[in-house]
């Protein structure tokens, strides 16, 4: 592809030819494919590759997007210079893989837990109903079920190359819906940038990453912005910020709750060792009744925003009831492990202190003896929630 053609919608400042021939697009100069590449470089956390622009040359890069305030002076090469390289790289890896995601209704789903169940059971309710879909998250990237063989860095949500590789494949294979998690990471970091959202849906918001953020606040703005690129907003009226994302919100919202006046309201909630079941109140009347085969009041949340957007997406209840009867458990969430020592053993991925507590709770409304836990809190990231954890 011509470099104009990888740059075009992006506002720059072109030093060289724009019709320099491009293969690939690059960030990492330990890649062995800068090569006739166009580079883009990133101040990262701990690394500037503006500093290493000698080294891209010397690999053969033909193009080097870079910073505005940066001095090419020295160099007689393509430079673009853009105020922010990582929104142009979100812009460039776009138009290299032909703007796939247009022609796709992209869901997506932000907050502190739930994303990755939220993302399954949206994935799978489309899946049961025979549309193409897409997922992309903690899970993988999935075409309906079935896994996509595309390596990516980030465990969530992919940098901007890896993840418009992942969207093309996705319209190939026919994929007319892509659910993903937008992390907050992802967000602050320009990953999802350049796209629009058909509806996003926020889970709640408890303590983590602040590592990365600094602060509580800059952790909820990081979410927010996924409600700037979004039609529709999905949100759950019982978490205490949700009154904040509201009010953000410039688009239509959609509330959902169990214990607050909201659109979509759960009630006649029963609990068990295998699952939930509940009844949904919308506009003064039920409208249906569903039994989630996971555990836990989380259970009830994650489900009724699950629903909420499908029926947004043009589903009927009944076809989404019928999805939830086919439907297995969520790999990793109260998941149960088979044995034959007499012991119930379940597994969850929980890495948040509400998460845990959440999950602690429910293992205790069906227990009968002890609860014996194992916990862990990987990563090396946010140490100040692991004694929050500890405690619980």
């Known amino acids: 592809m011509k470099l104009r053609g990888l740059i075009k ?7 060289g030819s724009a019709d320099t021939e491009i293969e690939s697009i690059q960030i990492n100069t330990k890649s062995g494919g800068i090569k006739n590449s166009l580079f883009i470089c990133i101040k990262g956390l701990k690394h500037d590759t503006h500093m290493d622009i000698a080294e891209i040359i010397g690999k053969g890069a033909l193009a080097i997007a870079c910073s505005k305030d940066f001095d090419t002076s020295r160099y007689n090469f393509n430079f673009i210079k853009v105020d922010n390289t990582r929104y142009a790289m979100s812009v460039a890896a776009a138009n290299f893989y032909g703007n796939t995601h247009e022609n796709m209704k992209l869901i997506g789903v932000t907050g502190t837990n739930g994303k990755t169940s939220i993302v399954h ?6 899946f049961f ?3 193409g879909t897409g997922s992309v998250g903690t899970l993988g990237n999935l075409i309906g079920n079935k896994a996509l063989d595309i390596k990516y860095a980030t465990s969530t949500t992919p940098d901007p190359i890896e993840l418009h ?13 892509v659910v993903m998690e937008a992390t907050s990471h ?7 940038d350049n796209l629009k959202f058909e509806l996003a849906v926020f889970t ?10 600094g602060s509580f606040e800059n952790y909820l703005n990081a979410k927010l912005k996924l409600f700037d690129i979004s039609r529709l907003a999905i949100i759950n009226i019982d978490d205490g910020y949700s009154g904040r994302v509201i009010n953000y919100c410039k688009n239509r919202v959609i ?5 607050n006046d909201c659109d979509y309201r759960a009630e006649n909630i029963s609990y068990s060792s295998n699952g939930v079941s509940y009844s949904i109140r919308a506009k003064g009347k039920v409208i249906g009744h569903f039994y989630i085969p996971i555990p836990g009041t989380f259970s009830v949340y994650n489900s009724l925003a699950a629903i909420i957007a499908c029926l ?6 009944g076809q989404i009831e019928n999805a939830f009867l086919q439907m297995p458990g969520i790999p990793g969430r109260m998941q149960a492990v088979e044995n034959d020592l007499g012991v119930r053993v379940i597994v969850d991925y929980s890495h948040t202190p509400d998460g845990l507590i959440n999950v602690l709770k429910s293992a205790a409304g069906f227990t009968e003896g002890r609860v014996i836990t194992v916990a862990g809190c990987g990563g090396d990231r946010d140490m100040g929630k692991r004694p929050i954890m500890g405690k619980a």
Do not use: R, W
């Open 9 to 15: 919608n992006l506002d720059y400042v072109l030093e």
């Open 129 to 131: 109903n025979n549309k």
């Open 186 to 192: 992802a967000l602050e970091l320009c990953k999802l």
């Open 204 to 213: 709640n918001l408890t303590q983590d990453h602040l590592d990365f953020h």
């Open 312 to 317: 947004e997406l043009g589903l009927g209840i």
């Open 255 to 259: 509330t959902y709750g169990v214990n």
């Open 121 to 126: 059971l949206i994935n799978n309710i489309l």
């Open 165 to 177: 590789h992942i969207f093309s494949e996705m319209y190939k294979n026919n994929a007319s819906y």
